[in-house]
């Protein structure tokens, strides 16, 4: 079982950037890949990002891709979003999500343990 905590979310123009921090509890947090999915009001919740468990290999939705990289450090359990050139249409809860030696898709059926949520809001 694993725990996730979301941090870094906040208010922030249009062309800034944010990082997003989600740290995990548990002493298998190197077996989980790691995901980043978002949910904009009135919007079904969506796919951001993804780092695979074994070999640290990447996915982006296309919306982020070029904009937001995805990192983890598997030494202090904790995954990162980082998300520059951010725009309006970014705004949105973004949750930290994990998925017990997944293989990184943007289905949100593979993951299986979601944190509380950080709110990202994007001025224009």
């Known amino acids: 079982q694993v725990q996730l905590v979301e941090s870094g979310g906040g208010l922030v123009q249009a062309g800034g950037s944010l990082r997003l921090s989600c740290a995990a509890s548990g002493r298998t947090f190197s077996s989980y890949t790691m995901g980043w999915f978002r949910q904009a009001p009135g919007k079904e919740r969506e796919f951001v990002a993804a780092?695979?468990?074994?070999?640290?290999?990447?996915y982006y939705a296309d919306s982020v891709k070029g904009r937001f990289t995805i990192s983890r450090d598997n030494a202090k359990n904790t995954v990162y979003l980082q998300m520059n050139s951010l725009k309006p249409e970014d705004t949105a809860v973004y949750y930290c999500t994990a998925s017990f030696m997944g293989a990184g898709s943007s289905s949100i059926g593979e993951y299986d343990h979601w944190g509380q949520g950080t709110q990202v809001t994007v001025s224009s």
């Open positions: 780092i695979w468990w074994r070999g640290g290999s990447t």
